[in-house]
């Protein structure tokens, strides 16, 4: 009887020792490897290269019914527009880190890495460098890095990002492993074309959007890196000549000209310039916030901030908060409105287009500023949306899943026109 019951006793005990059940779980991570450049081997690597398929895309441009698709640092897509429903990309301009770019008549600027460049693109299939001002930019960031230049050694030092799948097994009962390293290898993601400008003449500008970090009015390039503003004199659109620098504090991140007023967008608020002297914006206010990313777009005497929490700006707010700019010294909040995750936004009244990154893109009537949240005109999902260029009757849409064109005469039911996708799966 006793060896029964001491049978009963261990038959639990035995079954639990014994239980080797796992999970398996794949995950796909962004990697980051330390990488060293010389300059010359940055600068030489310019050139205009076949049409090549969209892979990690930022930034978006557009002049004379051309499109401008930034390739993360690696240069920027020339896309035909001329007819919307089939956009035919024409060429790929290599320009190792490029981030950004503005395009006065037919003189484009582009950065990269350290240096300003000017190019010619009256020919789009045969692009020229007609400038380059060196050593301007002595850091900066992109997406999930940051690199830096070393004028003394002549040394540029950047990560290299690549795509890694890995399976892992545990216990069923233990959980999942944490997908993001913080101090190690892996981190886990999730204007009008010729206003501004007072030189006269037939001097046409393109249109960028939320998220651009240059700008262009009257004789001046703009142009915004972490902590500064550095401007250009244009005057003579194919010979920028290095101007004055502007220190706006830490966290700064887009730059959006409306009228003779600059407004920018940081970490920690968004600031605002008076540019009645071009040649030197001087502050007027700060209208502050919650750390988080902010882009921000401007009509009359409102302004719409988006608020973005992320794993570069830190925070946990997602809104969007709409602030009187009426007295430009002191900008005062209207009203927030609770948001998923908004990125880039734009501006075409009475219509605003929000970005909302993994959770697609959002249209509303802004016409009552205090009840947007009950104007929402449409919702569209299981898109990526990071920026916008609303124009005329289309808007031009960035994501991580490829380039978007809607049709927005009907704002209630954006008709999409046509889509340039990625060439690879979407894992942010």
């Avoid at 709409?322 to 948001?339: A, C, E, I, Q, R």
């Avoid at 802004?366 to 999902?381: C, G, K, P, T």
């Amino acid at each position: 009887m006793k060896s029964n019951r001491l049978l009963l006793f261990l038959l639990p005990l035995l079954s639990l020792t014994g239980c080797t059940d796992t999970c398996k779980e794949t995950r796909t991570f962004r990697r980051y490897s330390p990488v060293t450049f010389t300059a010359a081997q940055v600068r030489q690597g310019i050139q205009t290269e076949p049409p090549q398929a969209l892979v990690n895309p930022g930034k978006i441009y557009t002049k004379d019914q051309f499109l401008f698709i930034n390739e993360l640092k690696e240069g920027i897509h020339i896309v035909d527009n001329r007819n919307p429903s089939d956009p035919k990309p024409v060429a790929f301009l290599r320009i190792p880190g490029n981030g950004d770019m503005a395009i006065r008549n037919n003189i484009l600027y582009a950065d990269s890495y350290m240096d300003l460049i000017a190019f010619d693109i009256s020919n789009p299939t045969a692009v020229q460098t007609v400038k380059r001002v060196p050593n301007v930019f002595p850091n900066g960031s992109f997406e999930g890095g940051w690199w830096s230049f070393d004028p003394a050694s002549q040394l540029l030092y950047d990560q290299k990002v690549s795509y890694v799948t890995e399976t892992t097994e545990t216990n069923c009962e233990e959980g999942v492993a944490p997908t993001n390293w913080w101090g190690g290898v892996f981190f886990s993601a999730q204007t009008s074309a010729a206003v501004n400008d007072k030189s006269g003449g037939s001097v046409t500008n393109g249109v960028a959007g939320s998220m651009a970090r240059f700008a262009l009015y009257d004789n001046y390039l703009y142009t915004v890196n972490q902590s500064a503003m550095q401007l250009f004199d244009i005057k003579n659109p194919a010979e920028p000549q290095l101007g004055n620098q502007v220190q706006l504090g830490w966290g700064i991140e887009t730059i959006f000209p409306y009228k003779d007023k600059l407004f920018i967008g940081s970490q920690s608020g968004m600031h605002i310039y008076d540019n009645a002297n071009p040649e030197k914006p001087s502050l007027l206010s700060v209208f502050q916030h919650a750390r988080v990313c902010d882009p921000v777009v401007v009509h009359d005497n409102l302004a719409y901030v988006t608020l973005r929490s992320g794993n570069q700006c830190g925070g946990f707010t997602n809104q969007l908060d709409v602030v009187d700019v009426t007295n430009l010294t002191s900008p005062k909040l209207l009203k927030s409105y609770p948001m998923r995750n908004p990125h880039g936004l734009g501006i075409s009244f009475p219509n605003l287009f929000i970005c909302e990154g993994a959770y697609g893109l959002k249209s509303f009537d802004v016409r009552d500023a205090l009840n947007i949240d009950r104007n929402l005109l449409q919702h569209i999902e299981g898109i990526n949306a990071f920026d916008v260029i609303p124009l005329e009757k289309s808007l031009l849409m960035i994501g991580k899943d490829g380039f978007y064109q809607f049709d927005i005469s009907n704002p209630r039911q954006l008709r999409q026109i046509s889509r340039i996708p990625i060439s690879r799966p979407s894992y942010y």
